[in-house]
């Protein structure tokens, strides 16, 4: 079992959750974030001057199967990139040793929705 976390574009969260139903991904996670890092904040102006702001992002969490990590990479990589930005997000994957639901004790992959 495998935890993909992505982080994107507020405005790419309707293609996102397109594209992550019709690979048939169900139950992920929407949170929001701030990204901070030097050279890729916001420049804002307030009353003429310019000042440096972190970017709003949403932080999206999902568990897959190992056998699905690369089918819903491709998606959340076409369905959250912009011609725009040099900063799209970030996808990061780990490994999950186990996932228990906590109504009925269920684990592992019967854990997933």
């Known amino acids: 079992m495998v935890k993909i ?11 996102v959750k397109a594209a ?24 804002l102006h307030y009353r003429g001057a310019e000042y440096s702001a972190d970017v709003p992002v949403l932080r999206l969490e999902v568990l897959v199967s190992s056998l699905q990590v690369d089918e819903v990479i491709e998606a959340l990589h076409l369905a959250a ?11 990061l994957v780990y490994e999950v040793a186990n996932a228990i639901q906590i109504n009925n004790g269920e684990q592992a992959d019967f854990a997933l929705y």
Do not use: C, Q, W
């Not at 976390?5 to 293609?15: G, P, R, T, V, W």
């Not at 929001?32 to 030097?38: E, F, N, Q, R, S």
């Not at 990139?81 to 996808?91: C, K, V, W």
């Open 81 to 91: 990139r912009t011609s725009e930005s040099a900063n799209d997000g970030l996808i």
């Open 5 to 15: 976390e992505a982080f994107i574009h507020s405005f790419k969260l309707d293609a």
């Open 20 to 43: 992550l139903d019709e690979i048939g991904v169900r139950g992920p996670v929407y949170s929001h974030a701030l990204y901070h890092a030097a050279g890729d904040t916001a420049k």
